[in-house]
Structures are given as C-alpha cells and as structure tokens.
C-alpha cells in the first residue's frame, strides 16, 4: 500500500472532521501496518492516535444542532398570567413586555385557555395578551379562541372588551362558538334586550351568520334564564324572516314556566293549538313541573290532583310520557317527603315503557337516605350500579350523600358510604374530609381521617372543633370511704333505737288529740 504524504493526510484530515464522526475518521486515515516509508509530522501523529482511542466521541455541536426542549405549558402559562396581573392595563405595553419576555414562543389554544383561566384579575390587561398573539406570525385566530376571550370578559361583564376582541380577528374567524359565548353571558349577566340587539346587529357588525339555527340559540338561553317575555317578543317580531317552527314554540312555553307563570304559558299553548303546532313532550313536562312547584309552595296537599291533570290532558292530546315526565313527578314527590309515593311510581314506569336514568336514581337515593332508609338506600345504589349508570355515582353525588347522613347523625353510615366512595374509585376531597373530620369531633369520637388526607396529599388544615354537649361524657362523682367516729355511731344507733320504740306506740286518733 502506497504511504500518503503529509499534505494530502493534513487534508483528508480536515475534510473528515468537517463531515463525519469518529469513527469514519478513523477508518479513512490509512495507519501502516509495518515501518513507514515517510517521516510523518509529530502534531499529525498524536492526533490521529488521538483519534483511534475508543473512548472518543464529538462534541454534541458538532454531531447535531439538537435545541434544548421547550418549558412545559402549565409553566409557561403561570409565567405569562404573572405578567398580566402584574402590568399596568394599557395593551400595548402589555403586548412589549410580553414580546420581549417571551420572544421564541408559540401560543397555542391550550396554553390561551390555560392563561386566561389563571388571570381572573387581570381584567382589561388581557388585552394586551391578545395584541401580543395577534403579533406573532405563528398564531391565528379561530373560532375556540374567540370564544375563550368572549366567556373571559363576560365572566367581569365588561362586553365593550368582548367586542373589540372580536373587531380585532378577520371578519370570517367569528363562528357559533363565539356566538354561543357571547349570548350565554349577556343572558346570565340580566342583559336581555343587549342579547336581542346582538342578533339583530350580528351579521352586520361581526360578519356571523343570522338564521334558523342562531335564532334558536338566543330563544333558548333566553327562556332558561327566565326572559320568556323578551323571546316571545323577539319571535314575533322576527316571524315575517323566521317562522318559528314547534321547537321554537316549546321554548316558550318552558320559558314561562321557568319564570313560573303558568297562565301565560297555557295561553301561549292554547294559541299554538289553534295555529296548528302540536305542543311536545318537553312543554308538557315544563308545565307539569311548574304546577309541582307551584302546589308545593302553596298547597303540597294538592300536587296528586293537579298533576294528575297534567298527566289526563297529555294522554288527551296524545303525548306520550318519557323518563323526564317521570323524573318531574319523582323528584317534586320527594321534596314534600312523599318517599313512598316516589318509589310506587318508580316501580310503574315499565308500564308506559320507560327506564329510569340516572336522574331518578340519585333523586332516590337522597330521598331514602333523608327518611333515614339508609338499608333501601344502599340497595337503590346496588341497583344502580346494576342498570349501567355507575359512572354518574362520582365524587359530588357521593358528597351529597354524606352530607344529608351526617345531616340525620347517622356518621358510622356515612363512614360505610365514605369507604364504598373510595372503593368505586372516587377520590374524596377537601370537603369530604372536614365533613367527615367536624362530625366526628362533635360526637367526641377520635379520628384519623386528617392523617390518611395528609397521606393522600389532601390539603386539608387544623381546625378547631367543638364537641357537641350531649356527647361529652359526665364524670362521675366519687363516693368519700370515710370512717365513722365512735360518737356518730354511737348517736345513729340511740336514733334507731327512738325509731323503733316509737313504732309501738299507739298513736290517738286525730279528733281525740289534746289542744295545748
């Protein structure tokens, strides 16, 4: 093998440093195998035995350009809402420091809600958050989005904010969503004629759609928040462009049955007949459950009558009842205490082809559990768990149970309902703790519940609880062994020995006694 000279090995050597690793090097540089020809330069031989030791490895920059990993977006998110509630609320300074503060990073919708979910009290700040993700090139706006920073401003009812957040994203970005958001909050912020006048404004202002479809939405949070006046005149109002259809008419109807106005419901129904509309199960069920609710706040002894009335004119008319017809029947029962009559009609729902859902179970089971069946109410639970609705027994259904037993002093069963809760995988928290923790404190009972929250992470705090008085325990009162003196021994026998002889004395009548 012909030998290289220095020149033509100094350049193969930098041209496989350049371009390879290690171990190519290595293999490219030629080593003879017997006594070299040519005299190589000492710097060239110590670097390539350098080379051929098998420990070596590059330096990662030189193996690859790998970026160190990104912050975990919960991180990012809490770092991002500390600037918001730290800044003053002008948008555009906001906007700076947060491009300067965090200049490589990629909002994504996630990491938008994550922020605004932990800056309750930034208020208007968030407008700045949002100049700063309109700036960066990698983020666009869309529909979920829009929506996150219209439920955030509604949330404060700051709507001005709301609307410059959606004049700030393209014409065509704004969907359902944000539409959805924007009435919903407006509707629970007592705003609704302003919810009238968005609809009427929408396509013209924010470029959203106006039909069937939007007008149902504004109908419908319109009536379950008790606005049935402002629907029914907005309906009307709009009939020449949208006739309203039966679901529009059933709206109503549970519109005024929420705001509790039975009279302005049957004449809204009695007008639907005579338009030709077929009035559905769901304004039957609205009407039946406001006469409950109206006989129990006036006369609970005459719920049966009325609402087997309801129940005549839906047979009448040929509506037939589902499990929500049921559900109405069962749960108004069990608020006046009618427990049994609740479970007779339980039984009966076969008859008219229903099954009950997870509503009618746990309306049950709190019922039999406040009448203190504590027995049925665990069978009612087994019994749910048997028909498919197990999921619904979670961590908030399970607290109202253990709340209504330690409500009737029934702890040691609220203990067994405590331990089944954690058997069927529910977690409990704080809430169930202190529950659990005050009860049996005021029962003088000991307790190790705190440890095994403390064990289980649970950031449960010492508290200071009082024992209720009937639970304290008396002490008993010591009887003194104290020895008796001759003279007191000597005195109770003489008066024992007075008592027996006086006993047989003769006593005079009490006409014969001598007057002194």
């Known amino acids: 093998m012909r ?35 040519h005299h190589i330069p000492s710097s060239i031989t110590t670097t390539s035995h350098f080379l051929s030791l098998p420990h070596f490895s590059l330096p990662k920059s030189f193996s690859s350009s790998s970026s160190p990993p990104p912050p975990d977006e919960s991180q990012l998110a809490q770092s991002i809402s500390s600037h918001l509630l730290q800044h003053q609320p002008d948008p555009f300074s906001v906007a700076q420091a947060l491009q300067s503060t965090f200049p490589h990073v990629t909002p994504t919708p996630s990491l938008l809600l994550s922020v605004l979910n932990l800056s309750a009290e930034a208020g208007r700040t968030v407008l700045g958050f949002n100049h700063w993700l309109i700036q960066n090139p990698d983020f666009h706006h869309t529909d979920d989005t829009l929506s996150y920073f219209v439920d955030y401003f509604g949330r404060r009812k700051d709507f001005k904010a709301a609307h410059d957040v959606i004049l700030t994203a393209p014409r065509d970005v704004a969907g359902p969503k944000t539409l959805a958001a924007s009435i919903d909050r407006l509707v629970r912020a007592g705003r609704p004629a302003q919810a009238v006048s968005f609809f009427e404004k929408m396509e013209e202002d924010y470029g959203l759609k106006r039909d069937k479809a939007a007008l149902r939405l504004v109908v419908e949070k319109l009536c379950e928040n008790g606005f049935a ?10 009939v020449n462009e949208f006739f309203p259809d039966e679901y529009i008419c059933d709206l109503l109807i549970k519109g005024w049955c929420v705001d509790g106005k039975l009279d302005e419901a049957r004449r809204l129904a009695g007008e639907m007949y005579r338009g030709g509309f077929e009035i559905g199960t769901s304004a039957f069920n609205a009407i039946l459950d406001c006469v409950c609710k109206l006989c129990r706040k006036k006369d609970p002894f005459r719920l049966h009558s009325e609402a087997e009335q309801i129940l005549v004119e839906m047979d009448f008319h040929g509506v037939p009842r589902n499990v929500e017809t049921f559900n109405v029947l069962i749960t108004n029962l069990c608020k006046i205490r009618k427990t049994e009559d609740a479970l007779n009609l339980f039984h009966r729902m076969g008859e008219w082809g ?11 089971i709190r019922s039999l559990y406040q009448a203190a069946r504590v027995g049925e109410g665990d069978e009612m639970i087994d019994r749910m768990k048997s028909a498919g609705f197990g999921e619904a027994l979670d961590k908030k259904a399970y607290f109202g149970f253990l709340k ?24 409990p928290g704080i809430k169930s703790y202190d529950l659990l923790t005050g009860k049996l404190y005021a029962h003088n009972r000991a307790t190790a519940l705190f440890n095994e929250a403390q064990k289980k992470g649970v950031p449960v705090t010492h508290k200071t609880y009082q024992v209720d008085p009937k639970y304290l325990k008396k002490p008993k009162a010591k009887k003194e062994n104290t020895r008796e003196t001759l003279p007191e021994k000597m005195a109770r026998k003489r008066r024992r020995l007075k008592q027996i002889r006086l006993s047989f004395v003769k006593k005079p009548k009490k006409g014969m006694r001598r007057a002194y």
């Open 3 to 37: 030998s290289l000279k220095p020149l033509q090995l100094r350049r193969l050597l930098l041209r496989s440093l350049s371009t390879s690793s290690s171990p190519t090097i290595q293999t490219l540089i030629p080593f003879p195998s017997t006594k070299p020809t």
């Open 229 to 238: 006046s402002n629907a029914e005149k907005m309906v009307k109002g709009l």
């Open 354 to 364: 229903c099954s009950p859902n997870e509503t009618t179970f746990l309306e049950l």
């Open 404 to 427: 209504i037993l330690c409500g009737i002093e029934r702890i040691d069963h609220a203990l067994s309902v405590f331990k089944k809760m954690k058997e069927d995988g529910c977690e």
